[in-house]
């Protein structure tokens, strides 16, 4: 059965409608709730275990050790000389990352964290190797 | 001061400036129209013009086997075949600018030139996309061609005159007359998107199957002026369909002529831009198939019809 | 009339992916048709022998776009037979409700590039507005729009709550709905019909002789799928039909995918209204005990085949896949000979190919006459030459 034209009612009623597209980068995109966007890392917690570079299928996670580190703490008086708490920096490489969160997922102590950060183009490519840590 | 207005009417209005403006503000009305139905946003206003500007500052590569000169004349003689239908056309006066018995047909003809420079253009890039393209364009010139000289004849034979602004007068003496003319309306619309070249019949220029067509090889400076003939040949096309079958300017002249031309060409462009969007494109034998088969059929019965309806007038 | 030779690729504007046709043209008509592969080879499995089982979870999710959660559960499939474990009840049933999402998906995809080729910007644009919605859903339950990367060794990685399974149902509505139009524009659409009834000509024995797979070979009359043949997941437990049409042609391959994305609604309520309760993963080791494993799967474009094998360490010793265009490519050459040139496009859609899919082995036949191969440095150079004699000088750039 052929009806010629049959698309015409609804075209005419899109006429009148709103469209559905939005001016991206004028108007904020809508994204939904733990959306899997850029990994954060929460310095204080990290004890580079490495597991987070190990799982990266991208390559795009270093784990290095701080330039400063913390003092020892101080020794208490019968007790042997605790070790200084080590610091660690992460180095994301934004290029490389697949933002599976693989690592967030594997990370022992949840020093990785999701994001919902998604516009990270950049024109200047030293800008998507971020350094986290002091 | 004599001698200096019409000079002014080619260049400024309704000329060769009138034409690009209007011509470019029409691609964007018809875009817009397509995305609107679609429920997309479209351009903004000034798309088509900034797309005009940065086109002319691109890089024009001639292809090392085309013919160079003809390549390079060839979107000039378009732009120029189609500027000078536009003088024998009425757009703010009853008349036109320069009217004489037979214009209709010289009009035709003028029409049919862009079309020939399409091909003659595809044809002399000698790339095999341009070639096929160029093929098509002809073939589509003997589908629609017919039809349409055809439709327009009606109301020719029925205002007893071969000149467009006689035809055009004559509809705005006789405004009832008008609606009987819809069948022809009809076929000269579908001829005319046709011409053309818009979706559903733009089988020459399929980007999904050849690519850019007869276009294929143009570029820069060279592809802008094609381009721009295209949206004058929009322009030119809604104002013949006007004057032919509206009544022009419905005997209005000055400012109130200008806005009935605008409001109907406008009219005209949303009639083109929704048959864009029902239909997907066809075959370039189905194409033929569909203009002999139904189209010339219903612009002869047209023609019939005013054979008859002027015997009974008298 | 003189023939000529038209390459339809590897850049062309009907191709999404490069892949190379060429078609001997008598006039309008095709009077011969070549497939050329190998533009879009990646080095993939190769690639997979050198990562984990875990990084290469993420590296075979990303041979297809469109596909990656069948290609992901084909793989984790192989991957757990071969560690032996015990996959919740409930993370299969996420799978399969993961599996027919995408099913959604890529047919409305296909639904608006066939309407794309054919020149109906309309559907296209109308089917691609509404294939957001079932990208929200994706979105929703898994985190990304196109990369679920919902399938982790032994489970799944995230688990649905209610008020998740409440709004994928009120858009699984919608679409149905939207599915129904649809239905009806492409079947009632003169010049849709004009544009695919009897294109692309696919008589059952050939497809069965050419080993068509997927819609192409059920639009042929072939009741081959995977999910009935062989169930896997929890197929076993949804009812659903497998939908083939007798036409041959291009409309049958449009009406088989739209009937299907009814089915797959149908499913996808199934699922979610008796998702088994329990756990979503299990524990499974890195290394994995050497072994061989096969498994096939209904991806949207047909029979996507994995085969793994290990070598006891976390590792794999070689992955192969076999993705469906690559068997439905054989049809393509045979389709597209006595056809319009018009008709190319649509019938080479028609497959709904994914070169990025099929492109895992390269042949490449010397003999064709002298390759010269330019590397960057040299095309820098001939560039910036040409330049110079039209007066323009790039040299310090």
Redesign the interface.
Known sequence: MKKP?R??SE??K??F?K???C?YPFEPARIMPHFRGRIAFEQDKCIGCQMCVRVCPSKAIEIVLSKDQPPAPAPVEGQPAAPAKKLFDCIMKLDHCVFCAQCVETCPKKALIMTQDFELAHVDRKELRRHYGK | MESILPLAYIIVFPGFLFLAVYGLLLQWVDRKL?????????PPWFQPYADFIKLLAKEVIVPDYAESRMFRALPFFAMAAVMTALVSIPVWTPGALFSFQGDLIAVIYLLTIPTVTFFLAGWSSTS??S??GS??VLTQLFAYEVPLMLALIGPAILAGSWSVSEISAFFAAHPSLIPAQLLGFGAALIALQGKLER??F??PH??????GGQFTEYSGRLLDFFLLAVDMELVVGAALVNAVFLGGTLGLAGLAGVGVFLVKTLFITFLLA?LK??????????MINFCWKYLAPVAMAQVAFDIFLKSKLG | MSK????LGPQ???LKEPENFMLV?E??QISGATVNLGYNHRGMEKAAEERTYIQDLYLIERVCGICSHSHTTCYITNVEELAKAETPKRALAIRALFGELERVHSHLLWLGVA?????????F??TW?DREQVLDCLELLSGNRVHYSINTLGGVRRDITAEQKAEVLKRIQYLKERTNYYIKLATE?P??L??TQNVGKLPLDVAIERGAVGPTARASGLARDVRKDEPYLIYNELDFKVITHDSCDVFGRLVVRALELVESYKMIEQILNNLPEGPIAVKVPMRIAPGEAVNHYEAPRGEDIHYLKSNGTDKPERLKVRAPTLANLQSVAYMLEGG??????LVIAAIDPCMSCTDRAAVWDPKKGKTQVYGWEELRKMSIEQYRRRGVDFTRL
């Open positions: 034209a698309v015409f075209v005419i899109h006429l409608k469209p559905a597209t001016a | 397509c995305a609107v139905m679609q429920n997309r946003m479209g095999p996309y070639t096929v093929m098509r979706l559903p733009d089988i399929a980007k999904n199957e050849i690519v929704l969007v029902l239909m997907a494109r066809i075959r370039i034998e189905q | 000529i030779t038209i390459p062309h504007p009907a043209l006039g309008e309407g794309y080729e054919m020149g109906f910007e309309t559907l644009m109308y507005r659409e010049t849709v004009a544009r319009w040139l018009a008709d190319v496009p």
